[in-house]
Antibody, heavy 124, light 109 residues
Framework: QVQLQESGPGLVKPSQTLSLTCTVS??????????WSWIRQLPGKGLEWIGY???????YYTPSLKSRASISVDTSKNQFYLNLKSVTAADTAVYYC????????????????WGQGTTVIVSS | SSELTQDPAVSVALGQTVRITCQGD??????PSWYQQKPGQAPVLVFY???HRPSGIPDRFSGSISGNTASLAITGAQAEDEADYYC????????????FGGGTKLTVL
């Protein structure tokens, strides 16, 4: 079955760039016409969608992070990535990657497979 | 408004039925998705769209919608259903194109 796994540094200094990798296993990232999303959860808070990428490279970001976030994909490695630049303590969160079904359904938005999440702390 | 509103906390007696609600203007146009999140774990999709229940999700989980309010019903709640539940929805002409509710903490008594 398809599984996703986030990886990356757990500690990032303020003003630096947060870089995370999501490795997809069990199927090709190019199959099934899925989108691939990043979501974060601030400490003790709810979920915030960051953005998605299609395997051909099309991206879409939430407006509040659009100027700092960048999502890319490497289909040869079956991975997609999140870069978030100029981080502050407010970016401390658990970051999740997920498979996104929204291209399959016009009337709903569902994230059906999630990684286990990775905690990123922004601190000097 | 593109916001989704959920009650912060709901409780249910073991074996009884509980409905967790999600309210927002986008629900007049789109069906929500519902996620269960247990402490320290990633969210799990439990119901989405008009009538989709992912493989492996018990059939005691079901969704419905009326006007701008969607509900996730758990019929015969079990102890293992105690968790946080989040809804999300597409947003019409919205940016971002998807929003999450603030979550509901379900306690099974």
């Amino acid at each position: 079955q398809v599984q996703l796994q986030e990886s990356g540094p757990g500690l990032v200094k303020p003003s630096q760039t947060l870089s995370l990798t999501c490795t997809v296993s069990g199927d090709s990232i190019t199959s099934g016409d899925y989108l691939w999303s990043w979501i974060r959860q601030l400490p003790g808070k709810g979920l915030e969608w960051i953005g998605y990428i299609y395997h051909r490279g099309d991206t879409y970001y939430t407006p509040s992070l659009k100027s700092r976030a960048s999502i890319s994909v490497d289909t040869s490695k079956n991975q997609f990535y999140l870069n978030l630049k100029s981080v502050t303590a407010a970016d401390t969160a658990v970051y999740y990657c997920a498979r996104d079904l929204s291209a399959h359904y016009y009337d709903t938005w569902a994230l059906d497979i999630w990684g286990q999440g990775t905690t990123v702390i922004v601190s000097s | 408004s593109s916001e989704l509103t959920q009650d912060p906390a709901v409780s249910v007696a073991l074996g009884q039925t509980v409905r967790i609600t999600c309210q927002g203007d986008s629900l007049r146009s789109y069906y929500p998705s519902w996620y269960q999140q247990k402490p320290g774990q990633a969210p799990v999709l439990v119901f989405y769209g008009k009538s989709h229940r992912p493989s492996g999700i018990p059939d005691r989980f079901s969704g419905s919608i009326s006007g701008n309010t969607a509900s996730l019903a758990i019929t015969g709640a079990q102890a293992e259903d105690e968790a946080d539940y989040y809804c999300n929805s597409r947003v019409s002409n919205g940016s971002p194109p998807v929003v999450f509710g603030g979550g509901t903490k379900l306690t099974v008594l």
